[in-house]
């Protein structure tokens, strides 16, 4: 297992983010996987479950192996909504309103769960792959100053 390092970081820009990989990873199975009924079916059969056995759990079992074999981590350890109660770095959370990756309730509820008192949430127009808006941009830039700065004349 890997040694975990301790970063300082003096301020964090959370774009897109989710609550936990498997409440993320679960909210696409059932999106594509509603859609596509024969996709079901044929994972289903590839996945080598019982009958019975939640077709969900079992692709979250692969998924969590594949992860930990290529990247040596678990992705049970990466879990944004555990970290919220106890961070207190300056945060800036988004989200695209048309985000059909990661629904920007996500965002939200991690926003009202964060520890720290300096933070704000937006939304933008867009998706989840889409080219960020110029005044989100600027928003970024301005959160980024206003932390780093207020750093660098303290030192």
Known sequence: ??????????????????????????????????????????????????????????????????????????????????ACSSCTVPCLFAHAEGDELIPPEHAAELFEQYAGSRRALCSFTGTHNSARPRAFLEQVRAFLVRRLFRTLVSV
Request: glycine content about 6%.
């Open 1 to 82: 297992r890997r040694r975990r390092r301790r970063i300082k970081a003096e301020a964090l820009i959370l774009d897109s983010c989710y609550r936990s990989v498997d409440e993320a990873a679960v909210g696409l199975m059932r999106r594509h996987l509603t859609r596509m009924p024969m996709l079901h079916s044929w994972l289903s059969l590839i996945s080598g479950g019982e009958d019975g056995e939640d077709l969900e759990s079992r692709l979250l079992v692969r998924l969590r192996r594949s992860v930990q074999q290529r990247a040596g981590f678990d992705i049970r350890d990466v879990n944004p909504e555990a």
